[in-house]
Every structure is written in structure tokens, then in C-alpha cells.
């Protein structure tokens, strides 16, 4: 499941972004007394009770012909059209103005739920000021002081409470995967090809696609998958236009929302730095991943033009060594009727459950064949190996020192597990604990 989104909305110099880094945890936002500095929405990932959820801070919504109105208002629709929580947040110190029910009007017609946060409220003595933010009709007002942090608790504790409920999501059988990568890639001419229709926009204009879009397909074998193509994401320091913006977050959260993750890569343009940084949030989130050369048809080859090739893919992605490497063309429908199959195959992979005798056996052969290793006097002792989680496949080794468990040894034993069990397409996490 996605994580949840929070927006934080609200006019101009009310604490937005105050309160956004508080939450985030560090400073992300640009706080200043000036009127309007947040004018792009900005994102994090934040915690609260066991919840993960990501935020965005909105640039301030604007009232009259003040300068970046539209810009600011149409950031504003585009949040809140995603967010699952709104808060709204208002100033203690300066009390209701129209501004902030002009700002309530807004989020009446979004059917989202909102919870209301009166920031500034910094003694108990202001409290008793909050009560006129009840003529907004979004609910109780949670006073709040984001420059010292109190009250934020109880605000995420409210907060919280409208998450979507997981159980309540019908658990769908089809596997799910999302086409990523920069713009004009051709991610777009690959999920036509592979559905035999047009079903979203193929231009060679930069950044086209600028939603997710979900299809469903069942393959002749019977197996059923669900497509996401997604808009091309740019290198986060290059994102200026606010559409651009919002779709990144929308590939983000078809990441997070997916099973396996197809990483496109333009044959004819070669490796960029950008692909390094599309790839990292796919790896970063723990998904199965497949890259995809395109293009592929537009490249004059000999005999070594593929493994060249695949080599400098290996040399640039060393953290995605998991990862199967296929070359396609979406022009000619070149290897593309490999796909379906080999997403399923890694999604197994990514799915898959070792034994923990079967474990513990490969790891003591590993450990015999390269004995562990000791600092000061000390030596490493692996004691036992477990899986305890998959998606991506997780095994937690206990030992008696972690201090003594060095990266490489970590390393050394990651690929004997991978030698061991396939494991192609997806990473997999060893977590190193002291046995008490």
C-alpha cells in the first residue's frame, strides 16, 4: 500500500512550513516572516505511532492579485487532489480573517477530511483565543506551537486517525508494476506496445505523461498483472514546473504502491546521471526491479555491443547488481513479449521464504570456507540466521558482537545466500543483531 499523504495548506505566514519541519524532523522548508516564500510544495517522508506517511507543504494560498497567485493556487489543487489528510493551519496570534475562510471554502469542495491546526499558540494563556476558529465548521481546532513543538502530538494523533485502513483493502491477486525512469525514454511507446493500443499519450516531447496511469491486462497464460506508467521523473535539483512536481510524487507513490519496478533506459542517449537518481528511489523503497534498454533498435551492433553495454550498466548501477538487464524496442516489439514472464519471476523471487535450517546450513558452509573475522583478539561468531520478512526478502543474523561484523563480511555472506537461492530482481537485507 501507498503511504499516506498529508497536505499542509493554509494562507501565508500562518507556520506552515514551521510546522512541516518539525514533523519531517529537519529543516526541509525555507521559513521566513515573509509572506508567500514557500511557493513550491515541498516533501517528506515523516513517522507517527508506527505510521509512515509523506507530507507536502504548499506554498501559501493567496488572496486577491497578489504575485504568484495562480502559480500558488493551482499547487495548492494539485496537493490536495492527492493528499488522503488535510491540515489546515491558521494563526493564534493574529486570530480568523477572511483569509482563512476563503482558504476553508476551498477545502469544503476537496471531500477530504481536514484537521484544523492553530499555530502560534506558544502559552496556555492564548488557548482560550482558539475557540472563534470553530465558525470555520472544519471540527475542534488543535492549538498548536510549531516553533516549540507543543501540541504536535495531539495534532498527529488526530491525524492519524483518517489514515486508509489497509485491512479494509481488498487484497488483489494481480501483480503490480510500474514503469519508471527520466523523461522521453519511451515508457510510454513500451505500455503501448505491450497492450497492443494507445492507451496514453507517446510524444517526443520532454515530460509528456504527467499522470500515473493504471492498466490491468491478464497475459494468454492466465497471469494477471497491473501496469503503471508513470511520469518521467527528473533529477530532483531540476524540478521547477509545479505539474512536474506532483509527478513526481505520483511516481513515487506508484513505487511505493508497487511489486516490481521496470527501470527504462534510452539506448540511443546512454547512461545519465538522472537515471542514477530515478533508480535510487526504487531501490530505496525495496522493490523488485528489472532495467529495460529501449530503443534498442536504433543502435548500430557487432558482436560485443550487448555485453559492452550491460557492463557499463554494471559499472554504473553497482548498487542494482540484482537486477536482470533486457534489451528492447518499443518500435518493433523487439524481446518486449519477455517481460510478463520475467516480472513474474522476480516478483516470486521477491516473495520468497528460505527455511531457517536450509539458511543456517549455507551460511556455516559460507563461514567454513571463509572464516570469520576478528578484531583486537576477538573473533566474529555467527550464532544464527533467520528470514523474518519478504518484500523484500529480510534474514536477521545474530552473532556476538555486531562492532565485529565488517561490510565486506556482510557482503561476502549476502552473495553466498544469493548463490545459494535465486534471488534475481530483487535485493534483499541482512540485519545483524546481538544475541543477548
Do not use: C
Not at 514533523?23 to 526541509?28: F, H, K, V, Y
Not at 487532489?81 to 482558504?103: C, F, K, N, P, Y
Amino acid at each position: 500500500m501507498a503511504a499516506p499523504i498529508v497536505a499542509i495548506v493554509g494562507r501565508p505566514n500562518v507556520g506552515k512550513s514551521t510546522i512541516f519541519n518539525r514533523m519531517a524532523g529537519e529543516r526541509i522548508a525555507i521559513v521566513e516572516d515573509m509572506p508567500g516564500v514557500t511557493r513550491d510544495r515541498l516533501y517528506a517522508s515523516a513517522e507517527w505511532l508506527n505510521y509512515d506517511f509523506r507530507m507536502i507543504d504548499t506554498g501559501g494560498i493567496e488572496i486577491g492579485d497578489a504575485p504568484f497567485l495562480a502559480e500558488i493556487r493551482g499547487q495548492v489543487e494539485l496537493a490536495l487532489d492527492e493528499a488522503d489528510v488535510i491540515v489546515m493551519v491558521v494563526s493564534g496570534r493574529e486570530g480568523l480573517t477572511e483569509a482563512d475562510e476563503v482558504v476553508a471554502k476551498m477545502l469544503y469542495k476537496t471531500d477530504k477530511p481536514v484537521v484544523l491546526a492553530v499555530n502560534k499558540v506558544d502559552n496556555p494563556e492564548m488557548r482560550n483565543d482558539i475557540y472563534d476558529f470553530y465558525a470555520l465548521g472544519l471540527g475542534d481546532p488543535f492549538p498548536v506551537s510549531g516553533s516549540h513543538g507543543i501540541g504536535l502530538g495531539d495534532l498527529l494523533d488526530e491525524v492519524v486517525k483518517h489514515f486508509p485502513d489497509e485491512a479494509a483493502e481488498q487484497e488483489d491477486e494481480a501483480i503490480r508494476f510500474s514503469i519508471i525512469g527520466r523523461p522521453n525514454v519511451g515508457k510510454s511507446s513500451i505500455v503501448n506496445a505491450m497492450l497492443g493500443e494507445k492507451r496514453v499519450i507517446v510524444s517526443d516531447i520532454e515530460g509528456t505523461t504527467r499522470d500515473a496511469i493504471d492498466t490491468r491486462f491478464v497475459t494468454p497464460d492466465g497471469d494477471e498483472f497491473v501496469m503503471v506508467d508513470t511520469a518521467g521523473m527528473r533529477k530532483r535539483g531540476k524540478i521547477y514546473e509545479n505539474t512536474e512536481k506532483y509527478s513526481v510524487m505520483r511516481a513515487m507513490k506508484a513505487i511505493d504502491d508497487s511489486n516490481v519496478i521496470l527501470m527504462v533506459l534510452d539506448a540511443e542517449a546512454g547512461i545519465r546521471e538522472q537515471d542514477k537518481h530515478v533508480a535510487g528511489f526504487a531501490h530505496d523503497a525495496g522493490r523488485a526491479m528489472i532495467i529495460v534498454v529501449n530503443k534498442w533498435d536504433a543502435i548500430e551492433k557487432d558482436d560485443h555491443t550487448m555485453s559492452d553495454f550491460e557492463n557499463l550498466i554494471r559499472d554504473e548501477f553497482k548498487f542494482l547488481d540484482y537486477a536482470p538487464i533486457v534489451f528492447v524496442s518499443a518500435k518493433t516489439g523487439q524481446r518486449l513479449d519477455r517481460l510478463p514472464q520475467l516480472v513474474k519471476d522476480v516478483d516470486d523471487n521477491h516473495r520468497k521464504r528460505i527455511g531457517s535450517s536450509t539458511l543456517n546450513d549455507v551460511i556455516m558452509d559460507a563461514i567454513a570456507i571463509n572464516p570469520t573475522p576478528s578484531d583486537n583478539g576477538r573473533r566474529l561468531r555467527v550464532y544464527y540466521a533467520t528470514q523474518v520478512a519478504v518484500q523484500p526478502p529480510t534474514f536477521v543474523i545474530f552473532v556476538n558482537d555486531v562492532e565485529l561484523m565488517h561490510f565486506s563480511y556482510e557482503r561476502f555472506l549476502e552473495n553466498k545466500i544469493r548463490e545459494a537461492f535465486d534471488f534475481t530482481g530483487t535485493p534483499i537485507k541482512l540485519i545483524v543483531r546481538a544475541r543477548k
